[in-house]
């Protein structure tokens, strides 16, 4: 028989109801009706059928006389089959079918999620509903809650709730998937023997142009430690990010190099992208591009099978940098770039996953890793030592705080390193344990990494040839700081 939605009952308002061939209106079981307004609404799933064969099914007297008010379909068709001042039979409690009004969902017997439109059909109403019988969202329940029972199986009720309500849906934090080594000791590209007897970090660069292999971290992540993959477009002119035009092309290149990259999980994006030495062409990367940039990077790097859940990083800003100015930022001030960077993400509705910080002193002397020295003038409130990392955390804004902090360099950055164990490293990582113990409700940083270990000694930043920096670095890890 052809079901068609006409007709409404004005004195409920403006509710579809299923009509049969002849034009007769299809109800429900009844045989009571109720004495007192509904005050409930409650939910059930249909384990199974379809929108016309439950609604037909439903709308005769069945062997079970189970009834209902209204059903929804996964297209979100909706039918009143019982008049709301009949009493229907679907809770299993008199009580309750006495003052509630019954919905079902037509839902298969699984956990697939319920279709969108569905949930939109059943938002529109239970609102219509709570406002006409002044019904408390908070009386929005499941079948499960009055008698035992799995109905209406894996819909959130929370969520409905919060729909009916008009809030965004709060999503439920998602179990991270990605396995983080739990001290804070980490060096950049090596030498990956320093980290043991710790499950420390390895900070790799990545030129995503040259790595369309993919990378194999496995010997270092089998021996417990975390990789993060610094992804660059190039180096000197090339820019670490390319010009604007070509991020599409740019993401689509992080995603190949992603997907052959299995086992690695946390991706920081450019680097430094307030520094000159970083442009492409010479062109800076204002906030706004460098937002663009991250966020295709991410939505790319999402869609990668095995990567959904990755952590993209926002790349580290240079400390004391004041090359990149613009409307609103007319003193180049890194942490105002910083604060933009985020703010243009967030203008764009793409989660941050995680921030990247560098951070330095300019000579050897460990005590610059903690004075509290400041930089001339227009810059008088910007640490002039390592503690410019605590500039940019003490900006973040406070709805940002759970977000993971990896100080992925940290170096002598002027005289670069001298062959001397004087505490130096040892202080760092006594900065950062001090910094995590100060802010247990963040934010909090999962790691530091020395920057340079690659074999490669023509750098001005190398430091595996240093028996001094060594042994300094051999008793930074005794404390076996961790990051938990
Ligand atoms: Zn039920």
Redesign the pocket.
Known sequence: MATEFTGYLSEYGSFPVLVDGQGQVRWAHWRYKRSVKPSQIVV??TAGGTFDSIAIYLSKANEREVSIHFVIGRKGELAMICPLDWIAY?AGNWDHNVRSIGIELVHADDDSPYPEPQLEALTQLCRKLCALFDIPITSIIG?RDIVQ?I??RNLDLDMVRARVAGQQPVPKPQPSPIAKSEHLYGVHEGPVDWLDGVHGWFVDTVNVWWASEGKDYSSIIDRGHTVIARLNNGYGDAGTLPLPHLYDEFAQQVELVVSRTPNCHIWQIGNEMNHEQERPDGQPILPQPYAACYAKCRARIHQVPGHEHDEVAIGAVAPWNPQTTYAGNPSGDWVRYFLDVIREIRALKCPIDAITLHAYTHTHNPDEVTSETKMNAPFGNRCFYFRAYRDFLEALPADLHSLPIYITEADPSDSAWSDVNNGYVRKLYDEIDLWDQQHPKGPHIWCLILYRGKDVADDKWYFADKAGVRQDWEAAKQHRYTNR
């Open positions: 059930h799933y679907h079948h029972t109905c209406p």
